[in-house]
């Protein structure tokens, strides 16, 4: 029983469209966050809520927007869609902010997103 | 924001031999300091954590040590396996307490 589970797994798409990616955790975990992971293997943060009010929300385009319909969900839609978008994106979750819980952040496998 | 240095950022070593990864970060008021594992294709996954109050905390073969007047910590890695072989990452919290600001990481290869 997957404990955070992202879909799909791969999108492809092309330029200019638009996607939405989700993301469900069932650990009960109060936060849950995005994040994204360059060519490079850079992990940096986009989102985190908690208990689906918006915490943090880093410099990213107004394309990207979050929305949590609880706080056991928490979905990422995507607007006109650029080359630079592509990426794997991962889903996180933690039992409280900041992660301070005995198993830290789980993630889940990660959206690869290639825009074309 | 934290600011993040990891050291090095690539490194190979001979199954047996020991690894040591060092993380640097800028805002003395984190106080939670982990460390990920991420192999190949794979999802970033825990491995070890210490928090601020610890100076140094060990898990079989992987241990992490803290300087936090220094403000840096070490992920150490004895008797490596090609297992072993991952992209390692540290992720100390940030200054608001809300998020893990993660390095940009180590690729460790082990060679049998």
């Known amino acids: 029983d997957t404990a955070v589970s992202q879909t799909p797994k791969y999108l492809v798409t092309q330029m200019g469209n638009d996607k939405s990616i989700k993301c469900e955790q069932n650990?009960?975990?109060?936060?849950m966050y995005w994040y994204k992971q360059d060519s490079k293997k850079f992990l940096k943060i986009m989102f985190s809520?908690?208990?689906?009010?918006?915490?943090i929300n880093e410099t990213v385009p107004n394309r990207f927007s979050p929305k949590s319909p609880d706080k056991a969900h928490l979905n990422l839609h995507i607007n006109s869609l650029e080359l630079g978008d592509s990426a794997v994106y991962f889903c996180?979750?933690?039992?409280?902010?900041?992660?301070?819980?005995?198993?830290?952040?789980?993630f889940g496998s990660g959206t690869r997103l290639t825009v074309v | 924001g934290e600011n993040v240095e990891q050291h090095p950022s690539t490194l190979s070593v001979q199954e047996g031999d020991s690894a040591v990864i060092k993380c640097t970060y800028s805002?003395?008021?984190?106080?939670?300091f982990p460390w990920y594992k991420q192999e190949l294709g794979k999802r970033p996954q825990l491995i070890i954590d210490i928090r601020s109050n610890v100076g140094e905390k060990k898990d079989q073969r992987i241990a992490v040590t803290l300087n936090k007047t220094a403000k840096h910590f070490s992920l150490h890695i004895t008797e490596t396996q090609p297992e072993d072989s991952a992209v390692y990452f540290c992720a100390p919290r940030n200054q608001a307490g809300t998020a893990l600001i993660f390095g940009k990481g180590t690729t460790l290869s082990v060679s049998s």
């Open positions: 809520y908690n208990n689906k009010e918006l915490i």
């Open positions: 996180a979750s933690s039992q409280d902010l900041g992660s301070t819980g005995a198993n830290g952040y789980t």
């Open positions: 805002d003395s008021a984190s106080n939670y």
């Open positions: 650990l009960g975990h109060d936060t």
